[in-house]
Protein backbone atom coordinates (compact mmCIF):
# COMPACT_ATOMS: atom_id res chain seq x y z
CA UNK A 1 0.00 0.00 0.00
CA UNK A 2 1.20 3.40 -0.76
CA UNK A 3 1.56 5.79 1.65
CA UNK A 4 1.83 9.94 1.45
CA UNK A 5 0.34 9.97 -2.26
CA UNK A 6 -3.37 10.76 -3.86
CA UNK A 7 -4.03 6.56 -3.81
CA UNK A 8 -7.41 5.79 -4.74
CA UNK A 9 -7.96 2.19 -2.56
CA UNK A 10 -10.17 -0.48 -3.39
CA UNK A 11 -10.86 -2.83 -0.84
CA UNK A 12 -11.94 -6.07 -2.22
CA UNK A 13 -13.70 -9.92 -0.98
CA UNK A 14 -15.61 -12.80 -2.68
CA UNK A 15 -17.84 -14.90 -0.47
CA UNK A 16 -19.36 -18.19 -1.68
CA UNK A 17 -21.57 -20.28 1.06
CA UNK A 18 -20.88 -24.00 -0.57
CA UNK A 19 -17.91 -23.91 -3.04
CA UNK A 20 -20.15 -23.64 -5.11
CA UNK A 21 -22.53 -22.46 -4.23
CA UNK A 22 -24.34 -18.96 -3.98
CA UNK A 23 -21.71 -16.30 -4.40
CA UNK A 24 -21.36 -12.72 -3.35
CA UNK A 25 -19.04 -9.74 -4.13
CA UNK A 26 -18.43 -6.92 -2.43
CA UNK A 27 -16.08 -3.76 -2.67
CA UNK A 28 -15.51 -0.24 -0.99
CA UNK A 29 -13.81 2.17 -2.31
CA UNK A 30 -11.45 5.10 -0.40
CA UNK A 31 -10.28 8.24 -1.53
CA UNK A 32 -7.88 10.46 0.73
CA UNK A 33 -9.24 8.06 3.54
CA UNK A 34 -12.79 8.87 3.16
CA UNK A 35 -15.37 6.01 1.78
CA UNK A 36 -16.79 6.84 -1.28
CA UNK A 37 -18.31 4.02 -2.86
CA UNK A 38 -19.34 0.66 -1.47
CA UNK A 39 -20.38 -2.51 -3.17
CA UNK A 40 -22.79 -5.45 -2.87
CA UNK A 41 -23.54 -7.49 -5.56
CA UNK A 42 -24.90 -11.36 -5.65
CA UNK A 43 -23.78 -13.12 -8.24
CA UNK A 44 -25.57 -16.34 -8.51
CA UNK A 45 -24.04 -19.74 -8.06
CA UNK A 46 -20.09 -19.73 -8.36
CA UNK A 47 -17.04 -20.22 -6.55
CA UNK A 48 -15.16 -18.33 -4.39
CA UNK A 49 -12.60 -17.49 -6.91
CA UNK A 50 -15.20 -16.36 -9.32
CA UNK A 51 -16.26 -14.22 -6.36
CA UNK A 52 -12.83 -12.77 -5.79
CA UNK A 53 -12.33 -12.11 -9.76
CA UNK A 54 -15.57 -10.13 -9.84
CA UNK A 55 -15.36 -8.27 -6.38
CA UNK A 56 -11.86 -6.76 -8.32
CA UNK A 57 -14.39 -6.06 -11.59
CA UNK A 58 -16.63 -4.63 -10.00
CA UNK A 59 -14.61 -2.40 -8.04
CA UNK A 60 -12.54 -1.27 -11.09
CA UNK A 61 -15.73 -0.46 -13.29
CA UNK A 62 -16.60 1.94 -10.48
CA UNK A 63 -13.51 4.09 -11.08
CA UNK A 64 -14.15 7.10 -13.15
CA UNK A 65 -10.69 8.47 -13.45
CA UNK A 66 -8.21 5.82 -14.21
CA UNK A 67 -4.89 7.70 -14.71
CA UNK A 68 -4.65 8.18 -11.07
CA UNK A 69 -2.98 6.06 -8.88
CA UNK A 70 -4.81 2.66 -7.44
CA UNK A 71 -4.43 0.31 -5.49
CA UNK A 72 -6.51 -2.86 -5.23
CA UNK A 73 -6.59 -4.33 -1.53
CA UNK A 74 -7.66 -8.12 -1.86
CA UNK A 75 -7.02 -11.26 0.62
CA UNK A 76 -6.74 -13.39 -2.62
CA UNK A 77 -3.36 -14.82 -3.39
CA UNK A 78 -5.32 -16.59 -6.69
CA UNK A 79 -6.64 -13.35 -7.30
CA UNK A 80 -2.90 -11.88 -7.14
CA UNK A 81 -0.79 -14.39 -8.63
CA UNK A 82 -3.06 -14.11 -11.73
CA UNK A 83 -3.00 -10.58 -12.00
CA UNK A 84 0.77 -9.73 -11.50
CA UNK A 85 2.68 -12.86 -11.96
CA UNK A 86 0.90 -14.32 -15.01
CA UNK A 87 -0.34 -17.21 -13.33
CA UNK A 88 -2.00 -19.96 -16.05
CA UNK A 89 -5.59 -20.79 -14.92
CA UNK A 90 -7.68 -23.41 -15.75
CA UNK A 91 -10.84 -22.29 -15.16
CA UNK A 92 -12.79 -18.93 -14.78
CA UNK A 93 -10.75 -17.77 -18.40
CA UNK A 94 -13.47 -16.03 -19.85
CA UNK A 95 -13.68 -13.32 -16.68
CA UNK A 96 -9.89 -13.44 -16.15
CA UNK A 97 -9.67 -12.27 -19.74
CA UNK A 98 -12.61 -9.53 -18.88
CA UNK A 99 -10.82 -8.21 -15.68
CA UNK A 100 -7.25 -8.22 -17.64
CA UNK A 101 -8.62 -6.12 -19.97
CA UNK A 102 -9.98 -4.48 -17.54
CA UNK A 103 -6.72 -3.59 -15.83
CA UNK A 104 -5.28 -2.73 -18.89
CA UNK A 105 -7.80 0.53 -18.60
CA UNK A 106 -5.34 1.39 -15.67
CA UNK A 107 -2.56 3.99 -16.09
CA UNK A 108 -1.54 3.10 -11.76
CA UNK A 109 -2.55 -0.35 -10.71
CA UNK A 110 -1.24 -2.01 -7.68
CA UNK A 111 -2.17 -5.12 -6.51
CA UNK A 112 -1.72 -5.22 -2.55
CA UNK A 113 -2.22 -8.56 -0.75
CA UNK A 114 -3.54 -8.45 2.52
CA UNK A 115 -3.96 -10.69 5.07
CA UNK A 116 -7.68 -11.95 5.43
CA UNK A 117 -10.02 -12.63 8.14
CA UNK A 118 -7.07 -11.00 10.18
CA UNK A 119 -9.08 -8.01 11.88
CA UNK A 120 -8.13 -5.50 8.72
CA UNK A 121 -11.19 -2.66 9.19
CA UNK A 122 -11.69 -3.12 5.31
CA UNK A 123 -11.19 -5.92 4.20
CA UNK A 124 -13.32 -6.64 6.69
CA UNK A 125 -16.24 -4.33 5.74
CA UNK A 126 -15.42 -5.85 2.05
CA UNK A 127 -16.57 -9.31 2.70
CA UNK A 128 -19.30 -8.03 5.23
CA UNK A 129 -20.36 -6.61 1.80
CA UNK A 130 -19.71 -9.94 -0.24
CA UNK A 131 -22.03 -11.54 2.48
CA UNK A 132 -24.83 -9.17 2.56
CA UNK A 133 -24.81 -9.64 -1.09
CA UNK A 134 -25.77 -13.71 -0.71
CA UNK A 135 -28.04 -13.09 2.06
CA UNK A 136 -30.28 -10.40 0.47
CA UNK A 137 -30.13 -12.65 -3.12
CA UNK A 138 -33.22 -13.01 -4.78
Keep these: MRQG???LQ???DGACTGNPGPAGAGALIRERGELVHEISEYLGEGTNNI?????ILLGL?????RDR???VMTDSSYCVGLLTKNWKAKANQELIAELRGEV????????VKVPG????PDNE???ELAREAILARP
Excluded: Y
Aim: hydrophobic fraction near 50%; avoid cysteine.
Design 5 to 7: EDV
Design 10 to 12: IWT
Design 51 to 55: AELMA
Design 61 to 65: QAVTN
Design 69 to 71: PID
Design 104 to 111: AKFSDLRF
Design 117 to 120: HAGV
Design 125 to 127: RAD
